[in-house]
C-alpha cells in the first residue's frame, strides 16, 4: 500500500477511523481547525485535541462554476454543521452538482478519498460529506 | 484648533467607474482629489490631512503619489487597506482626525486600478515543478483545498451566506436572489456614472451563466477602475463657508467601523452578518436615526445574494423578511427604502479601494439634490455599508441639514 498523508492536519486517517480533530479552548470550549496562538473568544492560552464527529447535517452550501484555473468544477462546496459541535466546510460528494438534488438540512457523513499523488507516490487524503443515507460507515481512505 | 461635534462633507466627486487602460491609480485618484477639492471651494493647501486608500498597490505610498501631483503641503497622508472597506476606513480616518481636533479640513480619496484580473485567484505551480506532499501553513495543507475542501473564494462565500438564510427564512431562494440583480441593472440606466447601464429581465438574470449558485454572471459585481473622494471639514469652518456652499454641506451623522466578533460558524465561513448588524445598530444609535427614517441606502451588493442579508441586517425589512421586502419592491427606486439607486456594485462596478468613497458620493449627491435623473426627491438622510471580507465593516449615516 502507497504511502498516504492528510491533505491538512486537521484529518487525522487514523487507519479504518478517519475523523477530524479540532484545537479546542480549554477554557470555553471553541473550537479551531488552524495551529493557534490564544483563543479569540476567550483569550485563553492552553488548548486540547478533541475529535469530532462525522455526521452533521448541511447548513449552506453553492454549486461552484467558474473557478481558478486546474479546479474541476462544477463541484458542491458545502458548511456542514457537525453533531455534537464544530462546523467545517468541504466538498459534498455522491450528489448531483444539481439544486434540485441537494436539500438545505440534509443529513451528511463523511467520506475519504485520494485527492492527488505526488512525484513519490505518496498519496493526499482529502475528507468529503456524502448524503447519509448514501455513505459506507467503514469507508476508509 | 478645537473639538468638532459634528464633521460634514463639503466636496465629494467620482470618475465613472469603468476601464482606464491609458491611466494609472495616480490620475485616476488625482482626477477624483481635484474634482472633490474644487466641489468643495477648497484647495489641496488648505488641508491638514489626506487618507487615501487602494488594495492593489498597498504597498506603494499611493498617497504621496497623488500628492506629488496635485500639491506636496506636508501634511500627514495615510494610506489605508481593509479590504472592500479600504476606501470607507480612509474616510474613518479622516473623520475621527476632524473629531478630535487634530485637523479641521481633511481630504479622503478612494482608488483602484484592478483592470480585468478576476477574483478567483490564479493557477498552482508552474509546470515541470517536481511535486512532494510537504504540510504548510496553519492548516498543515499538503495541496491547495480551493475546491476540494470546499471553497474560500468571493463568489462560492457569499452564495452559501444566501443559502444560510436561505434555510433559515421562509419566502428566500433563487429568484429572490435574481431580483435583487434585476433592480441594480434596472437602477444603474439613470446612472451615468455606472460601470454598466443596461436593463436585464429576470428571465435573462437566472439564465446567464452559472459563477457559484444562486449567483450567476449577472448577479456577481464586475471588475474594474475608478477613484472617488470626499473633502470633510469641522462645525468651524463650514459656518465661515459662504451661503451656497454651506448649503450644500451634509453633516455625518454616524461614522462606525466594524471587525468580526467571535462566531463559531464564523471559522470556516466569513460571517458576513453580525459585524454589519453591529456597526448598524452602533449608526443608528449614534445618528439617533431609525431605519424606517431612511429615504435611500448604497449598500456592498458585491453579489446578489449579499444584498439581500443585508436588508435584514441593516434592519431595513422586518427581521427574516429580506425575500418579501425584494419581492413587494421595498428597495426599488419608487419603494418604501430606495436600495443601490447608483446600480450597486453589480452594476455602478466595484474598484475595491474606491467603493466605500463612492456611495458617500451617492448619498450625499442626493441629499444635495444634484442626482439627475435618478435623484430621490426630497431625500434627507441616506446610509451608506462597505463589507471587506475578512472582514471589516463600515456603516455611515448622512443627513441634509435643516435649511
Ligand atoms: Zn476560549
Known amino acids: 500500500m502507497s504511502k498516504q498523508v492528510p491533505i491538512v492536519d486537521y484529518l487525522v486517517l487514523d487507519g479504518d477511523q478517519p475523523h477530524l480533530e479540532a484545537n479546542a479552548c480549554a477554557e ?40 481558478a484555473p486546474g479546479v474541476k468544477t462544477p463541484y458542491v462546496s458545502a458548511v456542514v454543521d457537525l453533531d455534537g459541535g464544530g462546523v467545517v466546510k468541504s466538498n459534498l460528494v455522491d450528489v448531483e452538482p444539481d439544486p434540485e438534488q441537494i436539500a438545505l438540512g440534509m443529513p451528511v457523513q463523511m467520506v475519504t478519498y485520494v485527492a492527488g499523488t505526488d512525484d513519490e507516490g505518496t498519496e493526499a487524503i482529502a475528507f468529503g460529506y456524502a448524503p447519509a443515507d448514501a455513505s459506507h460507515p467503514e469507508n476508509g481512505a | 484648533m478645537t473639538v468638532s461635534d459634528t464633521v460634514w462633507i463639503i466636496g465629494a466627486s467620482m470618475t465613472k467607474f469603468g476601464r482606464y487602460p491609458d491611466k494609472d491609480v495616480v490620475d485616476l485618484g488625482s482626477e477624483a482629489a481635484l474634482a472633490a477639492l474644487a466641489d468643495s471651494g477648497k484647495t489641496i493647501f488648505d488641508m491638514d490631512l489626506m487618507a487615501v486608500g487602494n488594495l492593489y498597490e498597498a504597498n506603494g505610498m499611493v498617497g504621496q503619489r497623488i500628492q506629488k501631483q496635485i500639491g506636496q503641503t506636508g501634511i500627514p497622508c495615510y494610506n489605508t487597506a481593509n479590504a472592500c472597506a479600504t476606501g470607507a476606513s480612509a474616510v474613518r480616518i479622516a473623520h475621527t482626525a476632524i473629531k478630535a481636533g487634530e485637523a479641521r479640513m481633511a481630504i479622503a480619496v478612494g482608488v483602484e486600478q484592478m483592470g480585468k484580473s478576476g477574483l478567483l485567484g490564479g493557477a498552482g505551480r508552474a509546470k515541470g515543478d517536481r511535486k512532494v506532499f510537504e504540510p504548510s501553513g496553519r492548516y498543515g495543507a499538503v495541496m491547495s483545498p480551493e475546491g476540494v475542501l470546499g471553497t474560500g473564494i468571493m463568489p462560492g462565500v457569499f452564495a452559501q451566506a444566501g443559502m444560510e438564510y436561505a434555510r433559515q427564512h421562509d419566502g428566500v431562494g433563487f429568484e429572490q436572489f435574481a431580483r435583487v440583480a434585476e433592480k441594480n441593472h434596472k437602477h ?51 459656518r465661515q463657508l459662504d451661503p451656497d456652499q454651506r448649503r450644500r454641506a451634509v453633516k455625518i451623522s454616524a461614522s462606525v467601523l466594524t471587525s468580526d466578533p467571535w462566531t463559531e460558524s464564523a471559522q470556516v465561513q466569513p460571517d458576513v452578518n453580525t459585524l454589519t448588524r453591529q456597526a448598524a445598530d452602533q449608526a443608528y444609535e449614534q445618528a439617533g436615526v431609525d431605519p424606517q427614517d431612511l429615504d435611500l441606502v448604497e449598500l456592498h451588493d458585491c453579489f446578489a445574494t449579499a444584498e439581500l442579508l443585508h436588508y435584514d441586517n441593516l434592519r431595513l425589512c422586518e427581521p427574516g423578511g429580506a425575500g418579501e421586502f425584494i419581492d413587494s419592491g421595498g428597495p426599488w427606486r419608487d419603494g418604501r427604502i430606495p436600495v443601490n439607486v447608483s446600480g450597486g456594485l453589480i452594476s455602478k462596478g466595484h474598484p475595491l479601494g474606491a467603493t466605500g468613497v463612492a456611495n458617500l458620493y451617492e448619498v450625499t449627491t442626493h441629499l444635495r439634490g444634484e442626482a439627475g435623473d435618478r435623484q430621490i426627491e426630497g431625500a434627507k438622510v441616506g446610509l451608506t455599508h462597505v463589507i471587506g471580507l475578512g472582514s471589516a465593516c463600515a456603516v455611515h449615516i448622512l443627513e441634509k441639514p435643516a435649511a
Open chain 1, 28 to 67: 470555553c470550549g471553541a473550537l479551531y481547525f488552524d495551529r493557534r496562538n490564544a483563543c479569540a473568544r476567550c483569550g485563553a492560552q492552553s488548548f486540547e485535541r478533541r475529535a469530532l464527529a462525522g455526521s452533521g447535517t448541511v447548513r449552506a452550501f453553492t454549486i461552484v462554476h467558474r473557478a
Open chain 2, 188 to 238: 444603474s440606466v439613470l446612472n451615468p456614472l455606472a460601470q454598466y447601464q443596461k436593463e436585464f429581465s429576470l428571465e435573462q438574470i437566472m439564465g446567464a451563466e452559472v459563477v457559484a449558485y444562486p449567483n450567476t454572471l449577472l448577479m456577481c459585481c464586475p471588475t474594474g477602475d475608478g477613484a472617488a473622494a470626499v473633502v470633510l471639514a469641522s462645525d468651524e469652518v463650514v
